[in-house]
């Protein structure tokens, strides 16, 4: 293989202004063995182009993909050009004033944060740099805190160990929407080359945590009562210790924690995908919580700012579903909150059942699209969201983002008011489903090429099934609704997958006795939806 010009003089040019000289040799590794022939040069040029297929867009999510040399992956030069632009912008737009800079414990973010913090002070911003590994919510909590312009957390949450990210939030503390996103890549787009972007001092490391856990401390309410045994896992991340001190100061002291995922490691050596909500990865979360009779399982994502919960039935101990999750907690937050015309909001792809309890409670109620950067904004007066990817938000004026440790010390306070009064998680999800109804709800992802995909979901678009009405929440998201049944379908924005979300609604009886029955039949008609729904894709 000849490698092309261009591609070798892409390589060189991206070479000579990379300010990192790891990043630079280990380009160069690659590019010398693209350019030397022999049995390894075509691998190294594909590797190769694909490095430098084009730099990382940067997105409402910021950025995200795999550390390594090229404009197409995270580096420090990747990272420097990215908070040049970012500073550019707001610049333009609030002005120089303070940013937090928070990171968490995965290969490069160190380096990266610490690169983001200087090219910041070397543009006259007054840079809050935490200190050490840090969960992401402390990132935003901080924002509000201390009257930011912006925050940047150097993360990539539940990502495989291969990937870091940058995230970034506004003023208001939530995370960026349209239209800074795309002004801000357009300020990376005209960024100077990364060698040539000016840096500023490293700030001293700066510590909110305490400032944080008092808030935190504030959402416990059933302090009266005996408190829970919790067992908890932080997933190999950044969350484990301030977790504990968060439940600490609600006053829960018995936590016990999966030893051999206490401790932050970027490898994540002991579950195959560091995200709680993949098959296996509790599994040794909930051995810990049948060995040390726990009220209670939390299991923290590597950044903490997903939570999933698991508790003890009657044929053993399982985690519950976000959306399980998500009504156990928003009708906790509704029944203890004082908040004068509160709203609780959740996504088009999650449960229902949130607006119907909201309703009972004398509460509004929204539904937003995906992703928390809407949620957060569904409207004045917000109490509580979620989205059924273990996605909470329990204290939007704290915290204007999901937050697995406040949510973990809300489920805490849940649990140990059911105790209380006699009662258990199981039985209060059998007296919300014999009260508002059985809500199974399920989600299926589908391996498809882009094109495919984008052809059945616009087939579904023009001609719906029989029997089905149809609206569009978002250009991309179709939902199909006929009584008590409801489809949502989506492509995915990351992979070439066509997601859908299924929900099927048994009305209410308003026993608790024939909770299990419904609940069965929900069963059936949701194997049922699911065989439907593989058809209509299918065409």
Not at 22 to 35: D, H, I, N, S
Not at 350 to 367: D, F, I, K, T
Not at 424 to 451: K, Y
Not at 501 to 523: C, I, M
Request: a negative charge; one cysteine or more.
């Amino acid at each position: 293989m000849v490698l092309p010009g261009p591609l070798r003089d892409a390589a060189l040019r991206w070479i000579a202004d990379d300010p990192d000289p790891g990043t630079r040799a280990e380009l160069q590794r690659v590019l010398a063995t693209a350019m030397a022939g022999g049995g390894g040069a075509a691998a190294a040029g594909d590797e190769l182009a694909d490095r430098l297929s084009g730099p990382l867009r940067f997105g409402t999510a910021g950025l995200r993909g795999p550390v390594r040399a090229g404009p197409s992956g995270m580096n420090v030069a990747v990272v420097t050009r990215a908070t040049a632009g970012l500073a550019a912008h707001l610049a333009r737009t609030t002005g120089t004033g303070r940013v937090v800079v928070g990171r968490d414990a995965r290969h490069g973010s160190a380096a990266f944060a610490e690169a983001t913090a200087r090219v910041l002070t070397g543009a006259g911003f007054t840079v809050t740099l935490l200190d050490g590994p840090v969960p992401t919510p402390l990132v935003a909590f901080a924002v509000r805190h201390l009257g930011a312009v912006a925050g940047i957390a150097v993360t990539a949450s539940h990502n495989p160990p291969a990937d870091n990210g940058y995230k970034v939030y506004l003023a208001d503390g939530a995370q960026l929407v349209g239209p800074d996103d795309a002004a801000i890549e357009d300020a990376i787009t005209a960024a100077p080359p990364a060698v040539l972007v000016p840096l500023g001092p490293l700030p001293d490391p700066a510590e909110v945590t305490g400032a944080y856990l008092d808030r935190v401390a504030t959402l416990s309410g059933n302090t009266g009562a005996p408190a829970p045994r919790i067992a908890l896992t932080p997933m190999h991340g950044v969350g484990g210790a301030t977790a504990v001190a968060a439940l600490a100061r609600a006053g829960v002291h018995d936590v016990a924690v999966v030893a051999s995922q206490a401790v932050p490691d970027p490898d994540f050596p002991t579950v195959a995908f560091p995200n709680p909500e993949e098959p296996g990865a509790t599994d040794a979360l909930l051995a810990l919580a049948a060995r040390s009779g726990a009220d209670l399982a939390v299991a923290l994502d590597p950044d903490a700012d997903r939570c999933a919960l698991g508790v003890a039935f009657g044929d053993g101990w399982r985690m519950l579903s976000g959306d399980e999750t998500g009504v156990l907690l928003g009708d906790h937050v509704l029944r203890t909150g004082t908040a004068a015309d509160p709203l609780v909001a959740t996504t088009v792809v999650s449960s229902s059942m949130l607006a119907r309890v909201a309703a009972a409670r004398g509460a509004r109620s929204a539904e937003t699209l995906t992703g928390f950067k809407w949620i957060v904004r569904a409207g004045d007066g917000l109490v509580f969201g979620y989205e059924e990817a273990i996605g909470l938000c329990v204290d939007p004026d704290g915290v204007r983002d999901k937050d697995g440790v406040s949510a973990a010390v809300v489920a805490a306070d849940l649990v140990r008011g059911l105790a209380a009064a006699g009662s258990s998680v199981p039985r209060r999800l059998d007296e919300l489903a014999a009260e508002f109804g059985v809500h199974a709800t399920r989600g299926v992802s589908i391996r498809m090429a882009p094109v495919e995909r984008d052809a059945a979901v616009a087939r579904l678009r023009a001609a719906p099934p029989a029997g089905w009405e149809a609206d569009r929440p978002a250009p991309d998201v179709l939902r199909l609704r006929r009584p008590g049944t409801r489809v949502v379908i989506r492509p995915s924005g990351t992979e070439p997958k066509l997601k859908a979300y299924l929900e099927v609604v048994e009305d209410p009886t308003g026993d608790v006795a024939a909770v299990p029955a419904s609940r069965a039949v929900a069963a059936e008609r949701l194997a049922a939806l699911r065989a439907e729904v593989d058809g209509m894709l299918a065409g």
